[in-house]
């Protein structure tokens, strides 16, 4: 599997690309976590504000209770109201225990438990009850119209809500100028941030495990796609180069390397069409060598195959990429320029110099010549791309029958120029 995974390099990539989405979604799911987290802080004090304050409204419901007076609830020198202490026909003495009281009475008890609550006020009749500087700014808030307050601090969960005068309230307080609604205070409610940070390290364990599993699965499923994407290419190449491999063999002349007959006639009747819309000059060159059978029956089938390809290959150096050039069939290659007469005539006689500088050797050393005919498009005007090669072809025939090693050039009247 290896083999079809890049480098090293991609794999990386790879890694770190699959690396994104995990690492977004932890930071999400951490984010939810401690949302979820301060959920349950607020829940669990507004739980604990709703019950202390069901109690303070049931105590205040019943003007206060009375309690046996004793070390643990002694007479509260803050609470003025009549019959504040009674005696019992048996001589016991009982005190008034109004919310107020009875809440630092159930925040002592608490105590033990690790959960404090603390009765608080900005102007507190019991010093006792004055805030810390969390509740105090609290409470400013509170009369500002904020609802509560949460915050960890040194380990613990602190939730805070106001505590608002309720109409039981009043039966004692009316002489106080309190009104239904008004803030008197808040109650503070504290407990240990332990239970909740343990319930969050194991959840947070939970993702982390789950993320890294995600990541490692991810990453396998982005390692098989890019080895399958890597086969796929790989075909997809194979299968390209073979279909090139193969459209360069169906319009190759195997022997020489030039375009076949069929390939150059194609190009020839696309590049007409194009210089015919624009009107430019083009010119075709028929070529033949010369003598060629005396050549094979001379020196052999091969050496003439030999004297074929090199000629091929001196005709390609003489030529410009844009030119046309291709094997017409035996001995006899044709070449279409984008060239007027003049033009097209230079590069014939370049071609044939070329031919002639060619030295061969079998039993002997000899050389080739070779006949070249012209036609071009607008001096010519042919009937169209098969009527302007075979006015070349006429040209040629005109060489050859002036002598051979020359070019000649078709006329309009279908007579020829000779290059003498
Ligand atoms: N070696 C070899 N010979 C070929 C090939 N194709 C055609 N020929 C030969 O080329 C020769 C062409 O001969 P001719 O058409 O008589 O022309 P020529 O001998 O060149 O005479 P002119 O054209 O009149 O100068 C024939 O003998 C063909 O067999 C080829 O691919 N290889």
Not at 167 to 192: K, N, T, W
Not at 209 to 217: D, R, S
Request: aromatic share 8%; charged share 20%; hydrophobic share 40%.
């Amino acid at each position: 599997m290896l083999k079809y995974l890049s480098s090293f390099k991609s794999i990386v990539v790879i890694g770190l690309i699959c690396l994104i989405p995990v690492v977004f979604s932890y930071g999400l799911s951490l984010k939810t976590l401690h949302a979820s987290a301060w959920q349950m802080i607020q829940i669990k004090g507004e739980t604990s504000f709703h019950l202390i304050q069901t109690m303070r409204l049931w105590n205040a419901g019943h003007g206060g209770v009375y309690a046996l007076v004793t070390v643990q609830t002694p007479v509260n020198p803050y609470l003025n109201v009549p019959e504040r202490e009674i005696e019992t026909p048996s001589g016991k003495t009982l005190t008034v225990v109004n919310p107020a009281y009875m809440t630092r009475q159930l925040g002592e008890r608490l105590k033990d438990t690790q959960v404090e609550i603390h009765l608080t006020s900005l102007k507190p009749l019991n010093p006792n009850n004055q805030p810390d500087s969390w509740e105090r700014e609290a409470l400013s808030s509170f009369e500002q119209g904020e609802q509560k307050r949460m915050i960890l601090s040194n380990g613990v969960y602190r939730y805070m809500q106001p505590l608002k005068v309720e109409p039981a309230c009043m039966e004692c307080h009316q002489s106080q100028g309190y009104q239904v609604g008004d803030i008197r205070g808040g109650l503070s409610i504290s407990f240990p941030s332990d239970d909740i940070n343990e319930l969050l390290a194991g959840l947070r364990a939970e993702i982390i495990w789950a993320h890294q599993i995600a990541y490692v699965l991810l990453l396998l499923i982005a390692l098989l796609v890019q080895v399958l994407i890597h086969k796929l290419a790989t075909k997809l190449q194979y299968a390209k180069s073979r279909q090139d491999e193969l459209n360069t063999l169906a319009s190759t002349d195997e022997l020489t390397q030039l375009a076949n007959r069929r390939h150059l006639l194609a190009s020839f009747f696309e590049r007409y069409q194009t210089v015919e819309t624009q009107n430019l000059p083009f010119s075709v060159l028929m070529i033949d060598i010369d003598y060629f059978k005396m050549v094979n029956d001379r020196y052999g089938h091969q050496m003439g195959d030999q004297v074929l390809k090199r000629f091929a290959n001196e005709l390609m150096k003489n030529l410009r990429d844009h030119d046309l050039s291709g094997r017409y069939g035996g001995e006899e290659f044709m070449v279409a320029l984008n060239a007027n007469i003049a033009l097209a005539s230079t590069v014939a006689e370049r071609i044939r110099q070329a031919a002639e500088e060619i030295s061969f050797y079998a039993e002997e050393a000899f050389t080739i010549s070779v006949s070249i005919g012209i036609a071009e498009r607008r001096f010519n005007q042919p009937k169209g791309p098969e009527d302007l090669i075979r006015m070349s072809d006429e040209a040629l025939y005109q060489a050859k029958a002036r002598g051979r090693n020359r070019f000649c050039v078709a006329t309009q009247n279908g007579s020829v120029i000779i290059n003498d």
